[in-house]
């Protein structure tokens, strides 16, 4: 059994190590692994670490793999207070800080309150995003802004934990095949 490789339900996480690190207000922020598709890394697949969410991987060689990470332009999808669900995003500014919208504005939400990944995306659910730290309230789409603290200091990254969601090659395949189905379907009816 491979030591760098550890299982846990559905999912098996690869542990490798972070070789370069891009923590300035571009767009988009990468960080280079040493491990590749000669350990089964593939596009897409979640990267966390100890304390959250790190990313997603975006490119991948024999023996590396660069991971765009959360200190991008891509949204994630979110949640907190009992369910309440939001996408979270960087706003090029701080690498500390990310904001969650479109949270319910009946959310009953605190300083302090962790935000976690939600299970639709390619993260398992309940991985920490980050905490509280600031909350406005938009009364004309009853939604309310959250500011986070993210649970992953960037500028420190030495180790992250590459997630492969074994059924989640499956699921991605029947959610694709379906949404090809429903077009051509759709596209037929209006044909008639």
Request: hydrophobic content about 35%.
């Amino acid at each position: 059994r491979n030591p760098r490789i550890v299982g846990y339900g559905a999912y098996t996480y690869v542990a490798p190590r972070v070789i370069n690190n891009s923590v300035v207000n571009d767009r988009n922020n990468y960080i280079t692994i040493n491990r590749g598709t000669a350990d089964g890394i593939r596009k897409d697949m979640a990267v966390v670490s100890s304390e959250g969410i790190v990313g997603r991987v975006a490119y991948v060689s024999k023996h590396y793999a660069t991971i765009i990470s959360v200190l991008s332009s891509r949204n994630i999808s979110t949640q907190i207070a009992g369910g309440n669900t939001g996408i979270t995003s960087w706003s090029n500014s701080s690498p500390d800080f990310v904001m969650m919208s479109q949270v319910d504005i009946r959310a009953k939400v605190r300083k302090g309150d962790t935000a976690y990944t939600t299970s639709y995306s390619v993260y398992p659910e309940n991985i920490p995003v980050g905490t509280v730290v600031a909350i406005d309230t938009y009364k004309v789409n009853n939604s309310l802004n959250l500011k986070l603290r993210l649970s992953n200091n960037f500028r420190k990254l030495k180790y992250v934990y590459i997630v492969k969601d074994e059924m989640g090659t499956e699921k991605k395949d029947l959610e694709q095949s379906t949404a090809a189905k429903e077009k051509a379907a759709m596209e037929a009816a209006r044909k008639n």
